[in-house]
């Protein structure tokens, strides 16, 4: 196979060599291999990995890139490579799971992406099944080895992967197996479903009896280990009090139009709260039946890629196909987004958890469904995906980074409220609701892990998020706890989305001002979008130089 460069063929090599160590991986990528196993998590197995990664930053640092193609590909693989292995050296990678996140939850979901097809296919999944108990058994000598140096998880992180197993345990992998062969035609997996779930049960008996006593009592990690999770996930350099006191502020303005509109929903409201309360029982919003959920939310994804191709964004007919589906029990209680297959064979595909539900209320909806479809993440991604002239399998595979993709997914709210798609006041007020609590992510996960004060003078901790959350970001009491609960086991993570859409929003006010009469809003996105994945310094950079072309 011939590679336009030198640095191009170093990135197909490290993500061969890479997926070749992780089964998960294979699947992740669609290439059909080692679909029959699961990843090492032993130490071992990470420290294989890492000096993969090692091996590849020192070919790199001997390459000149041919062009400016390269060279943006090599900068964003090295600030990719050193990150990750900066993880790996301090043990964060190891230390760091929550249930959004964890050995235990990830193993659960890859099967949701495997081939079920052929018999083959199933047979793979029963042997990847039979797998689950070495791959448990794996994760907890590791956690335990790295507890020895004094490195824990928080309780209160353990608690929660501990429910997520006794879920997967009393009959979810089961359940997992019947949705996929309701006929049972093939009984290996059914079988192995239950050595899945005795693997699950005793994994949680383990973090329950014994990780729990050495677990640390302590949610915030302070703000030497923050600044490294921030950095990585975002890209930038920050000053963290400042990007507080902007969410706050944010938070503060995005709350007056919450409160302007509210008054157009129930005149008199006490709280915004009463709101919420009021559009969840209002009739025109409520879809009843899962069935009817995910042919909403497929509809809406299939109408919105046919009303804005061609005139704002560039939607190349390859990835015009982004799959609504539910998401599995056990799954965090937000909406999330799964990449296509590198050969496009699995679609892009988002997920509607219905928390054991059998209906939803669409208000706050809408704008969900533009960040996690299109324009949001299946645009973004999918993009990527086929950007194979332009892009490295690298920058397309393995440069994922949450300030890019998650500002990008909010970039294209609020572009959406530009366009006038949330003009009715329920649907403003979802919109709204989200906006505001991407905002209150930036002050209580800054606030809660660097233990600045809350806005009645003491420091911020999970109930006072809780209590923001559910009144200035209008969500229920189980989601304010679910998602207090991934802040503190995933810092610097959250307050990616709005570090990430100011720069989005600031690089094309940037581009208009320079620009004038040359500026022309689809090429600005074609552009950013087709430049991939980077941290947001970087990105902010490169747009800079844009001729408007």
């Not at 990847?128 to 507890?147: F, G, P, Y």
């Not at 996690?372 to 990527?384: D, K, M, N, R």
């Not at 320079?514 to 980077?534: E, Q, T, V």
Request: aromatic content about 10%.
């Amino acid at each position: 196979m011939s590679h336009r460069s030198e640095i191009f063929e170093i990135s197909d090599t490290f993500i061969d060599s890479s997926a070749a160590l992780s089964p998960m991986e294979c699947t992740y990528l669609g290439n059909g291999l080692n679909q029959d196993k699961l990843d090492d998590f032993s130490i071992a197995g990470a420290n294989r990995s890492a000096e993969l990664t090692r091996r590849t930053l020192n070919r790199l640092a001997m390459v000149e890139p041919i062009d400016d193609i390269d060279r943006v590909a090599k900068t964003v693989m090295i600030e990719r490579l050193e990150s990750s292995l900066a993880l790996h050296e301090s043990q964060e990678n190891l230390v760091l799971w929550n249930v959004l996140t964890s050995p235990p939850s990830n193993i659960r979901s890859i099967f949701e992406l495997m081939p079920k097809e052929s018999k083959a296919d199933f047979e793979n999944i029963a042997k990847r099944l039979a797998a689950v108990e070495m791959a448990h058994k794996q994760w907890i000598e590791t956690i335990a080895e790295v507890a020895k140096s004094g490195k824990t998880t928080a309780q209160r992180q353990v608690r929660g992967v501990i429910e997520q197993l006794e879920g997967y345990a009393n009959g979810g992998y089961s359940q997992m197996c019947k949705n996929f062969d309701a006929d049972e035609k093939y009984p290996a997996i059914h079988s192995a479903a239950k050595d899945a779930e005795k693997s699950s049960a005793e994994t949680a008996a383990y973090l329950r009896d014994v990780y729990m006593q050495i677990a640390t009592p302590v949610d915030a990690v302070g703000v030497d280990r923050y600044a490294v999770w921030a950095r990585y996930f975002t890209g930038a350099q920050l000053d963290l009090r400042s990007t507080y006191e902007w969410g706050v502020a944010d938070l503060k303005a995005i709350n007056a139009r919450m409160w302007a509109i509210a008054e157009q929903i129930k005149p008199g409201a006490k709280s915004l709260r009463e709101v919420a309360d009021v559009l969840d029982n209002d009739p025109k919003y409520v879809i009843k039946g899962q069935e009817n959920v995910v042919k909403y939310l497929q509809d809406f994804t299939d109408n919105a890629i046919t009303l804005l191709d061609g005139e704002f964004f560039e939607i190349d007919d390859r990835i015009k196909k982004c799959e609504a589906r539910l998401a599995p029990e056990g799954s965090a209680s937000a909406p999330y987004y799964n990449p296509p297959s590198e050969d496009l064979s699995r679609p892009g595909t988002t997920w509607i958890p219905m928390l054991g539900k059998d209906q939803v209320s669409n208000w706050h909806l809408v704008s969900t469904w533009y960040h996690e479809a299109v324009p949001g993440h299946h645009l973004q991604i999918a993009t990527v995906t086929i950007e194979k002239e332009r892009l490295t399998r690298f920058q397309r595979t393995a440069a994922w980074i949450s300030g890019y993709g998650e500002g990008w997914a909010l970039y294209a709210e609020r572009f959406m409220d530009e366009l006038g798609a949330f003009n009715e006041p329920g649907i403003e007020m979802g919109y709204l609701s989200g906006q505001a609590l991407r905002a209150a992510r930036i002050v209580v996960d800054i606030g809660m892990h660097l233990g600045y004060s809350d806005f009645d003078g003491n420091v911020w901790n999970a109930e006072s998020s809780r209590k923001l959350l559910n009144e200035q970001a209008l969500l229920d009491e189980d989601h304010s706890r679910s998602e207090t609960d991934r802040y503190l086991g995933w810092p610097g993570q959250a307050i990616s989305y709005k570090v990430g859409e100011r720069v989005w929003m600031a690089a094309r006010e940037e581009a208009k001002a320079r620009l004038g009469d040359g500026f022309n809003m689809k090429k600005f996105h074609s552009y950013a979008l087709k430049i991939g994945p980077m941290g947001l310094d970087p990105f902010a950079a490169e747009m800079k130089n844009w001729n408007g072309g």
